[in-house]
């Protein structure tokens, strides 16, 4: 992120908000990234930039030397609300992703094989044929998470996505979290992760380095490296 700022225009009053200002910010492959500051202090517009569903208004931002423009399935979402289509069973929500749609040479056994891999991995089996209104909310964010998961994103964009969960489950998806995101593999294997929260707490237990947002408009205050020992539970 190379300058950013954001300026919303309310169309019908004209009202206008300086969402961020002069934003600037290297994000490295493998990093698990926190972003935290209070409510309304723009973490979600600098998420939603990224992923290629807001622009800004000054300053670029890019990925691999490249301006982000549209979204991408080397970016994969997830949301706090989860974000599921509700008329199709968690299995048919895992494979509608890009991936299954575009890439015509995957066959239908293969494409079953990847979407068992995923439901696994979530421990959603033996679900895969419920609709998200019989989930659980933390069942439903475990299907939000194997759906973007499916595209195999080089980066995981992760807006609040546990906020609305239980502490139990909450912590069963950040541990999950941590192993999909390759804690135990070098930096060159892993995932890159942004995830919003803000829970400064949550912030120290998940990443590697954690940017401090302040208010009105949003600007980064500070960036630690948080190079401890994840403390074990
Ligand atoms: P956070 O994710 O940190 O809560 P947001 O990025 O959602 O913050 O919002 C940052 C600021 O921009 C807030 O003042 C919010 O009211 C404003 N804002 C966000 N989205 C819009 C929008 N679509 N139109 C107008 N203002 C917006």
């Known amino acids: 992120l190379d300058g950013i700022s954001k300026e919303y225009i ?3 009053t004209g009202q206008r908000t300086l969402a961020i200002a002069d934003v600037s ?13 209070p409510s309304g202090c723009g973490k979600s517009t600098i998420l939603n930039m990224i992923a290629g569903l807001a622009e800004p208004s000054a300053g670029t931002v890019a990925m691999d030397g490249a301006p982000i423009r549209a979204p991408g399935s080397e970016r994969g ?36 094989k ?9 421990s959603l089996t033996g679900a895969e044929h419920k609709y998200p209104h019989e989930l659980s909310g933390g ?11 499916a595209n195999e994103p080089e980066v995981l964009l992760m807006d609040e996505p546990f906020a609305a969960l239980d502490a139990q489950t909450r912590l069963i998806l950040q541990e999950e979290l ?10 060159a294997e892993r ?22 947002m302040s208010n009105h408009p949003g600007r980064i205050k500070t960036v630690m490296d948080i190079d401890l020992p994840r403390p074990r539970r």
């Open 114 to 122: 990847l979407v068992r891999h995923y439901i696994d991995l979530v």
């Open 139 to 149: 069942m439903r964010q475990r299907c939000a998470f194997a759906r973007a998961l």
């Open 10 to 12: 309310v169309p019908r």
């Open 191 to 212: 995932k890159t992760v942004i995830f919003i929260t803000h829970g400064i707490d949550e912030a120290v237990f998940l990443a590697d380095r954690v940017a401090v």
């Open 25 to 37: 910010l290297d994000i490295v492959q493998g990093e698990f990234l926190c972003i935290v500051g």
């Open 178 to 187: 941590l192993r999909i995101w390759g804690e135990d593999l070098p930096r």
């Open 77 to 112: 979402v997830v949301f706090q609300d989860y974000a599921l289509f509700p008329w199709k069973t968690v299995r048919e929500n895992i494979e509608f992703g890009p991936r299954f749609r575009s890439d015509a040479r995957l066959g239908a056994a293969e494409r079953d």
